[in-house]
């Protein structure tokens, strides 16, 4: 029987609560004895753990969400786009070559940014697409990739659809640099929204200093190139959000202030049940926040007012992207820069109606939910257009082609060893249908119930109009 002196522990409690953590300072003013039980654990470290476990179960995070509360048509635009990203990687690889051809040994180097582990082989892939690639031999038995005539004539479509959509462009990364505090981005931060923006792959190089009547590029003390705007543009700052809600047209006498205009609210089906707390959603919807193109240096971080701009920043900013989705890290990089909040996921997820964040693949992906009806984008622009056209063509569940030579009388030996991984030549990578996505959605490991309930969504609606 172990015998336990405890003086204060409520006081240790509250103040741990209120606290959020424990520091050694606080624990010397704890007048507990130092007691330990049967196991040999000490008895404040258990009350400590417990509390700690209480503590982060509480979090936000999106891989603690069940089943029920996952949006599958989303989940399936992310499943269908991940081999599609990795081939149109190996085809901006390729355009970058002069004969826009490649030794097979060079696309090594790229396993990490298609997020292909071995032992799964570069050739393997690549013959998953015929209709896209081919590889062939040289007269030394060098292995080349290189485009089908049908990869070729997207490639130039595409060169013409960037071009035709410099404009749009050049319009949201000026308005992008006119919601930063200093009115200047770093290009290698910009660089990670290229695709996202439709911006072309020489966007360094050649595009930033196509528009100088716009943002020009400079270098810092420390050597960082910067993409710096030139000139406020006042027809450009108003949100899409006013433009949707109010019908606003662009005017060259607008000053960005506040603003009380709702944000579009989608839920899935299963959460029906949100309207019952719909009171706190609408004060929410009804209360007034700073456009995203004011000064918002002097909200203080944390207040509602801080909060909900920066849904507006994030919401302006995934209307800019073509299918209006961006990966989260990327958001992430901007947080000093738009003034949003470090616990960026949390508003993110606490905002589901608003937003929905997708853990398929390797990094998450957060979606404009108003932007999509089931799995498929509202309004498709030509980029997204040209990308689904290169998705139907991604896939092959056929024989594997014999690998042909320069010389077509070569008595070269075919390389039978080549694709010994994938003998029936079954597509591992691409042509997923749906139910074989929704199966592997329905399998996926999750943990019990304890995120993203709507009850806590109320909660922490209250919470904020009491703090």
């Known amino acids: 029987m172990v015998v336990i002196r405890v003086i204060g522990i409520s006081d240790f409690i509250s103040k741990f609560n209120r606290n959020k953590q424990l520091s050694s300072h606080s624990i010397d003013q704890l007048p507990i004895f130092s007691t330990r039980n049967r196991y040999g654990e000490s008895v404040i470290d258990c009350i400590i753990t417990s509390l700690q476990k209480r503590l982060m179960t509480t979090s936000k995070r999106v891989q603690d969400r069940s089943k029920k509360k996952r949006v599958h048509d989303l989940e399936i635009v992310t499943e269908k786009w991940k081999i599609a990203s990795k081939v149109l990687f190996v085809m901006e690889v390729l355009k970058r070559e002069p004969e826009q051809i490649i030794p097979l040994r060079s696309l090594e180097q790229y396993r990490r940014q298609i997020n292909l582990r071995k032992p799964h082989k ?3 892939f690549i013959q998953k697409s015929p209709k896209l690639f081919e590889l062939y031999k040289d007269q030394k038995g060098v292995l080349w990739c290189g485009m089908t005539k049908e990869a070729e004539d997207l490639v ?12 749009k462009a050049a319009e949201h990364v000026t308005r992008f640099l006119m919601m930063s505090v200093d009115k200047r981005l770093p290009v290698d931060k910009i660089a990670h929204f290229r695709r996202d923006f439709g911006l072309p792959h020489d966007f360094r190089t050649r595009w930033a200093h196509k528009y100088p009547q716009h943002f020009r590029v ?15 543009n006042p027809a450009w700052a108003i949100t899409e959000l006013e433009k949707k809600v ?6 060259d006498h607008t000053t960005p202030g506040l603003l009380s205009l709702p944000f579009s609210l989608k839920f899935p089906p299963n959460f029906k049940k949100v309207f019952r707390y719909g009171g706190s959603i609408e004060h929410f919807q009804k209360r007034s926040y700073l456009s995203p193109y004011a000064d918002a240096r002097d909200l203080k971080a944390g207040s509602r007012e801080f909060d909900k701009r920066a849904v507006a920043v994030m919401h302006e900013l995934l209307s800019f992207t073509i299918e209006k989705r961006l990966v989260t890290d990327h958001l992430t990089h901007f947080r000093q820069e738009l003034t949003m ?3 960026l996921m949390r508003l993110l997820l606490k905002h589901f109606g ?11 992906n957060v979606f404009l939910t108003e932007a999509y009806e089931g799995s498929e984008l509202i309004e498709k622009c030509p980029l997204v257009l040209w990308k689904e056209k290169v998705q139907r063509l991604i896939g092959y569940r056929g024989r ?11 008595d070269m030996e075919e390389d039978h060893d080549l694709f010994e991984s994938d003998p029936k030549g079954e597509n591992t990578f691409g042509e997923l249908e749906e139910d074989e996505i929704m199966g592997d959605l329905q399998n996926a490991s999750l943990t019990d119930n304890v995120e993203m309930e709507v009850g806590e969504v109320y909660s922490a609606y209250r919470d904020t109009e009491t703090s």
């Open 122 to 124: 570069i050739s393997d």
């Open 246 to 251: 109010m019908g606003v047209a662009e005017s």
């Open 156 to 167: 130039e479509e595409e060169a013409s659809i960037l071009d035709e959509h410099g404009e």
């Open 341 to 343: 909040p470090q616990k």
């Open 218 to 232: 400079v270098k810092s003390e420390d050597d960082l190139e910067y993409l710096e705007l030139v000139s406020w």
């Open 354 to 364: 608003i937003f929905y964040v997708s853990e398929r693949g390797t990094r998450l």
């Open 400 to 410: 594997n082609r014999r690998i042909e030579t320069f010389n077509e009388f070569s």
